[in-house]
């Protein structure tokens, strides 16, 4: 089941902005999704799970799927092992090892084990904004993130310019109902928008 929505992040761009001066490696949208998720699936366990056989198993390690696309077209699934333990240079590091030896054909089957929550990255994309991911079986859940853009919206009567995130949250039904999946995406809107506590 999808929903779809949008984060203000503009508090969490600014700061990514300010983090990335004079850093060697700078720090994506990817990167920053990826430890949000890293931070806040723990507090959303039945989103952190498998159905196996008819049976829901509730995972304590948060294994982070990146979806990567490979030059041949292959879409390949490698995973951040207990991504919960890792600070953000951490997971960015993995991030960007894993994504090389995808689009290099140099992953091995250990790297595409026991995930159990997905990310798949849509940003370098300017026509779509949202897109109806698929679970990675046997997970329970996927969010697909968007461009990070400035749009013009609604603050206090006023018509300004912010950072929003698109986003789409596809949850197996059969392990979770809508409210709870969802509230998944407010548990990183808060995050976000304190991004000196939560990037630190």
């Known amino acids: 089941m999808p929903c779809f929505g949008e984060i203000d992040a503009s508090g969490a761009e ?3 902005q300010r983090a990335n001066q004079g850093r060697e490696r700078r720090l994506s949208w990817t990167h920053l999704t990826l430890f949000l ?9 039945l989103l952190n799970a498998a159905l196996i056989d008819k049976e829901i198993r509730l995972y304590s390690d948060v294994n982070l799927g990146l979806a990567v696309n490979r030059p041949d077209g292959a879409l390949l ?3 951040i092992q207990g991504a919960q333990e890792l600070s953000l240079e951490d997971v960015a590091a993995k991030a960007d090892e894993l994504g090389a ?6 992953l091995v089957p250990a790297d595409m084990l026991n995930g159990t929550f997905t990310l798949s990255s849509y940003g370098t ?13 046997p997970q329970t859940a996927i969010l ?18 912010r950072w929003l995130l698109p986003f789409s ?5 059969r392990v979770v109902n809508g409210m709870p999946a969802m ?4 548990t990183i809107a808060a995050m976000m928008n304190d991004p000196d506590h939560t990037f630190g």
């Not at 030896?101 to 140099?106: A, I, L, V």
């Not at 949250?169 to 039904?173: E, G, N, P």
């Open 14 to 16: 600014e700061w990514r």
């Open 37 to 45: 998720l890293s931070r806040a699936v723990p507090k959303h366990p």
């Open 77 to 79: 699934v490698p995973v």
């Open 101 to 106: 030896k995808t689009r290099e054909n140099k």
């Open 125 to 137: 994309l300017t026509a779509i904004r949202w897109a109806a991911s698929i679970i990675n079986p």
């Open 144 to 161: 697909g993130v968007g461009r990070v853009e400035q749009r013009p919206v609604v603050r206090d009567g006023l018509v300004v310019a």
């Open 169 to 173: 949250l596809t949850y197996d039904h």
């Open 183 to 186: 509230e998944l995406m407010e």
